[in-house]
Nanobody, 122 residues
């Protein structure tokens, strides 16, 4: 089970950190990711981090330099630090657990959290 939380309402230029707590499976062995879905749009990839964390991170071009994904394997938690937020970042954010330890663009995502909503006001 993946539980995402931390969403809310923030002004443009502000910051927020999302968290996703995992339970019931081998969190430490798999890549973790964040996705988002804006109203009327398809779900899109935001960021991913390999099983071993550190600098093994990947980002969508739209968030590169503003968002940072990290993980704490001791706490079974993955984070998404979001800075310099823009109104176009408004979406429901989902965390997901991958099927591999290392990120691959074509690899499936096996488990999904319920989503947490972010609204960025202009």
């Amino acid at each position: 089970q993946l539980q995402a939380y931390g969403g809310g309402l923030v002004q443009a230029g502000g910051s927020l950190r999302l968290s996703c707590a995992a339970s019931g499976r081998s969190f430490n062995s798999y890549v973790m990711g964040w996705f988002r879905q804006a109203p009327g749009k398809e779900r899109e990839f935001v960021a991913a981090i390999n099983w071993n964390g550190g600098t093994s991170t990947y980002y969508a071009d739209s968030v590169k330099g503003r968002f940072t994904i990290s993980r704490d394997n001791a706490k079974n938690t993955v984070y998404l630090q979001m800075n310099s937020l823009k109104p176009e970042d408004t979406a429901v954010y989902y965390c997901a657990q991958g099927s591999t330890g290392l990120y691959r663009r074509d690899a499936p995502w096996n488990y999904w959290g319920q989503g947490t909503e972010l609204t960025v006001s202009s």
